[in-house]
């Protein structure tokens, strides 16, 4: 089972960026699909998540800014993210869990410059 995340950069503040997570392999199922991040000198934090049927679930800081969605049939999560601040900056990391067992990506940067 891999992840692969992209849609990482520089982008100014005020900016936007789309990130996207394609999972492949065997999976039976893909129950509950989000984005973390873990920013410089940080712990990995939620970014948000979104269940199989689309209920989604944001932090705080992101609220208003970000969108979650995913398309089950090509087993891809994404992460719309819009007027970006330079504490949004870290490395953001995809994550899904099937059948009780967590699976991760290997992450994609993001920089925001103020």
């Known amino acids: 089972v891999q992840l692969q995340a992209s849609g990482g950069g520089l982008v100014p503040a005020r900016g936007s960026l789309r990130l996207s997570c394609v999972v492949s392999g065997s999976i039976f199922s893909i129950n509950r699909m989000g984005w973390y991040r873990q920013g410089p000198g940080k712990e990995r934090e939620l970014v948000a998540f979104?269940?199989?049927?689309?209920?989604?679930t944001y932090a705080d800081s992101v609220k208003g800014r970000f969108t979650i969605s995913r398309d089950n049939a090509k087993n891809t999560v994404y992460l719309q993210m819009n007027s970006l601040k330079p504490e949004d900056t870290g490395v953001y990391y995809c994550?899904?869990?099937?059948?009780?067992?967590?699976?991760w990506g290997k992450g994609t940067q993001v920089t925001v410059s103020s």
């Open positions: 979104i269940t199989r049927i689309g209920v989604t």
């Open positions: 994550n899904f869990d099937s059948l009780g067992i967590n699976y």
